[in-house]
């Protein structure tokens, strides 16, 4: 499960705060949210039939990617 979380850290840098923010872009660019999208359609699958990401139970992991993801918008 961390590797989603990575995953979705590292894209979001890369593809939206590092362009806007250090180098004066105005906007992001569309190959870049459809980047993010993937990543982001890669976990619906992962998630797909299931309630949380480790286990029966609402964990860590869960609270980690929920920080990754709400930080795109």
Do not use: C
Not at 43 to 66: M, P, Q, R
């Amino acid at each position: 499960m961390a590797w989603i979380r990575i995953k979705a850290t590292h894209d979001f840098l890369q593809l939206f705060k590092r362009p806007v923010i250090y180098s004066g872009e105005k906007s992001v660019k569309k190959e870049n949210i459809d980047a993010v999208k993937a990543v982001l359609k890669m976990l619906d699958g992962f998630l797909e039939g299931k309630t949380y990401l480790a286990g029966d139970k609402l964990t860590i992991a869960d609270f980690s990617v929920v920080t990754s993801i709400t930080s795109f918008y």
